[in-house]
C-alpha cells in the first residue's frame, strides 16, 4: 500500500554520518572561528561542489532558473573537522544553507559536505528549507512523509520534495524524551498539485521518534 521510496538524497553520503550527531553550540562557534575552517569554505573549488550539490536537489532541477543567484546563508556543524598543519581537512562533517534567488521566486536549499579522506572532500544534496533535521533523520523522515503525501494519489510517480519549514508549536513532554519534541512541515510535490505533511520529532535514548500525518489546512 505506500511506497517504501524516500526522498531523493545523497543515501551514500548519508550513510557515512550514521554516527555523527550535531555538535553543541560552543563547538560550532569554535569551528566557525576557525581560520582554516574559513578559508575551506571561501576556497572556490568547494564553492563550486557546494553550487553542484544544491543544484542536484529534485526541487531545484524541476524549478530550475539560468539567472538565479546563490548566497550563503548558514553552516551546520555534524562533525567538527580537524585540520592538518597546512590547513588541509583531514576529517569532519558539516551542512551549508544556500539562498537560490531568481525567476521571481526565493528557495532554501541544503547540502552536506564530509571529508572523505585528507584533502578530499565529498558535497552531496540534502532536503530543501529550514528543516533541524541532521542528513540521517532526514532520510529517516522520508519514509514516513512520502506514504503520508502519497495517499489518494494512487499511480503517481511523479512527487519530490518541495520545502521544509520548522513549526513553532507547543507539546507535552513524554516521559521518555530527551530533548525537546519537534514539528516540521514537509511540503511534498505530488504529480500536479502540493501536499502539506506534519512531522513531529521526539528524542529519545534510543534515537528520534518520527510521527507523520496529513496538515490540516
Keep these: 500500500m505506500f511506497l517504501k521510496k524516500p526522498f531523493s538524497l545523497r543515501l551514500s553520503l548519508v550513510a557515512a554520518l550514521m554516527l555523527v550527531p550535531k555538535v553543541g553550540q560552543a563547538q560550532q562557534q569554535a569551528v566557525e572561528a576557525s581560520p582554516a575552517f574559513s578559508a575551506t569554505l571561501r576556497s572556490p573549488e568547494h564553492q563550486s561542489a557546494v553550487l553542484r550539490a544544491v543544484k542536484q536537489s529534485t526541487v531545484w532541477q524541476r524549478n530550475a532558473c539560468a539567472d538565479a543567484t546563490f548566497t550563503l546563508l548558514k553552516v551546520v556543524i555534524y562533525k567538527a573537522p580537524e585540520f592538518g598543519s597546512a590547513g588541509q581537512p583531514?576529517?569532519?562533517?558539516?551542512?551549508?544553507?544556500?539562498?537560490?534567488?531568481?525567476?521571481?521566486?526565493?528557495?532554501?536549499?541544503?547540502?552536506?559536505?564530509?571529508?572523505?579522506?585528507?584533502?578530499?572532500?565529498?558535497?552531496?544534496?540534502?532536503a530543501p528549507?529550514?528543516?533541524?533535521?541532521?542528513?540521517?533523520?532526514?532520510?529517516?523522515?522520508?519514509?514516513?512523509?512520502?506514504?503520508?503525501?502519497?495517499?489518494?494519489?494512487?499511480?503517481?510517480?511523479?512527487?519530490?520534495?518541495?520545502?521544509?519549514?520548522?513549526?513553532?508549536?507547543?507539546?507535552?513532554?513524554?516521559?521518555?524524551?530527551?530533548?525537546?519534541?519537534r514539528?516540521?512541515?514537509?511540503?511534498?510535490?505530488?504529480?500536479?498539485?502540493?501536499?502539506?505533511?506534519?512531522?513531529?520529532?521526539?528524542?529519545?535514548?534510543?534515537?528520534?521518534?518520527?510521527?507523520?500525518y496529513a496538515s490540516k489546512p
Design 129 to 181: 528549507g529550514d528543516t533541524t533535521a541532521d542528513p540521517v533523520l532526514q532520510r529517516d523522515a522520508s519514509f514516513y512523509a512520502r506514504p503520508v503525501a502519497m495517499l489518494g494519489h494512487a499511480g503517481c510517480k511523479d512527487a519530490y520534495l518541495e520545502n521544509t519549514e520548522l513549526l513553532h508549536k507547543a507539546a507535552p513532554q513524554p516521559a521518555d524524551a530527551t530533548g525537546p519534541v
Design 90 to 126: 583531514l576529517s569532519g562533517a558539516w551542512g551549508e544553507k544556500v539562498r537560490a534567488t531568481g525567476c521571481g521566486t526565493s528557495r532554501l536549499l541544503n547540502a552536506v559536505t564530509q571529508v572523505r579522506s585528507p584533502g578530499v572532500l565529498v558535497s552531496g544534496a540534502l
Design 183 to 212: 514539528f516540521e512541515r514537509w511540503t511534498v510535490f505530488v504529480c500536479g498539485s502540493t501536499v502539506a505533511v506534519e512531522l513531529m520529532f521526539t528524542p529519545n535514548k534510543t534515537g528520534t521518534n518520527i510521527v507523520a
